[in-house]
């Protein structure tokens, strides 16, 4: 994972490849309602006790066949023969003093993938980032997953069974569920869908679809598959530099899909669908502060209409890069908010002593307490 003390990166050679984790025997975790229906079906039992199932596992958590009591004995015992409860294990957990928790799993021997815990300073928002992807197949030059070799997408109850296991250990629910972990969720476009589908389902987590966003570092087809479909969820594009000369240096997606291509793809979110889209954007001195860069953000959000950004301090130090200093953070989202005229919020960098900070994910565990 991330390793701040990695001052230049190795170039990748990883391919974009799908892969899926596991295929094993039938599981009822992340099915859909109808798909659990379709299970019972072929297996001669009444469709009705798909609902029935869906609600043990995310409304009431049970942990195994033998906790749904609201099922018959003879079902359940079938259940126990024809299909499999997967588990996750967590092999390392780390808090931070300002109450983030950082969870790795082991998805299978050597893979890995991480999530955190990160709960607001006035306790009212707790949000769980979590992966879709083992590694990444992008590159972003900043991020420490870029770094890792990619190791497959994850399943849909992977990708849940992480907020389920982080709200058990913590004891606490989330507010928010944000995609924002290892892999670049819309190379996952299926199983992640699925996953906020669940997440947002009143029989099962009922998260406001608001509350739940999913990013992308700017995969065009998928962003306009996400509007065709009309999916409810919140939508952020990491923009990371608004130079469309210089923005494949830092995102090596821009070389696939060019800023314009990735801009005119927001602009159509927002007309389509009439909702806000959030830019993210990691700052970095020297590479994408300055005034111009501030005023090709402007145009982008003129160009865009509703738009909001997230700005965050770099927190790794690839390539001799480094952190912006207070006060530099300070001068350049003053000029932002007084340039753009949209929102703009200042995220902190939670976490960033047990490398749950955004970008870290991948750090080795024993590089972020060294
Ligand atoms: S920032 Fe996201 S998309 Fe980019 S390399 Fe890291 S995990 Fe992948």
């Not at 599981?27 to 609902?51: C, H, M, V, W």
């Not at 210089?246 to 927002?270: G, Q």
């Not at 047990?354 to 870290?360: D, E, H, P, R």
Request: aromatic share 8%; hydrophobic share 40%; with cysteine.
């Amino acid at each position: 994972m991330i390793n701040p003390r990695i001052e230049n990166k190795p170039a990748s050679s990883k391919k974009d490849e799908t892969l899926i984790l596991d295929d094993l025997n039938f599981t009822p975790q992340g099915k859909r309602i109808s798909e659990l229906e379709d299970f019972l079906i072929q297996n001669n039992e009444p469709k009705y006790r798909a609902t029935q199932i869906f609600e043990g596992l995310y409304k009431h958590r049970y942990k195994n066949w033998d906790e749904f009591t609201n099922l018959p004995i003879q079902l359940r015992t079938k259940l126990k023969l024809i299909s499999e409860f997967q588990e996750m294990k967590v092999s390392h957990h780390l808090v931070s003093v300002d109450g983030t928790q950082k969870f790795s799993f082991e998805i299978a021997p050597g893979k890995e993938i991480e999530a955190v815990w990160i709960p607001s300073g006035d306790g009212d928002r707790k949000t769980i980032c979590i992966s879709s992807q083992v590694g990444c197949t992008l590159n972003c030059s900043f991020c420490a997953t870029g770094t890792l070799k990619f190791q497959g997408n994850l399943k849909t109850w992977q990708i849940l069974n992480q907020v389920l296991t982080v709200e058990n250990l913590v004891g606490d629910r989330a507010t928010n569920i944000v995609f924002m972990g290892m892999g670049e969720p819309m190379h996952n476009y299926k199983e992640v869908i699925r996953a906020a589908e669940i997440l947002n389902h009143p029989k099962a987590f009922h998260l406001g679809a608001k509350r739940i966003t999913i990013s992308t570092a700017g995969v065009v087809p998928s962003i306009l598959q996400f509007i065709e479909e009309k999916q409810p969820y919140n939508f952020a594009i990491s923009l990371n530099q608004s130079d469309p000369n210089t923005r494949s240096e830092i995102m090596d997606i821009n070389k696939k899909f060019p800023l314009n291509e990735l801009i005119l793809a927001a602009k159509k979110f927002v007309d389509v669908l009439d909702r806000t889209i959030t830019f993210e954007y990691v700052m970095i001195p020297d590479k994408n502060m300055t005034d111009d860069h501030i005023i090709a953000m402007a145009r982008i959000a003129s160009r865009v209409g509703k738009c909001k950004f997230n700005v965050i301090p770099l927190n790794t130090s690839f390539h001799g890069w480094r952190t912006p200093s207070s006060e530099e953070i300070e001068k350049f989202v003053a000029k932002l908010k007084i340039k753009t005229r949209v929102p703009i919020m200042n995220r902190r960098s939670p976490g960033k002593e047990i490398g749950g900070a955004c970008g870290m994910l991948a750090l080795e565990r024993k590089e972020v307490q060294a």
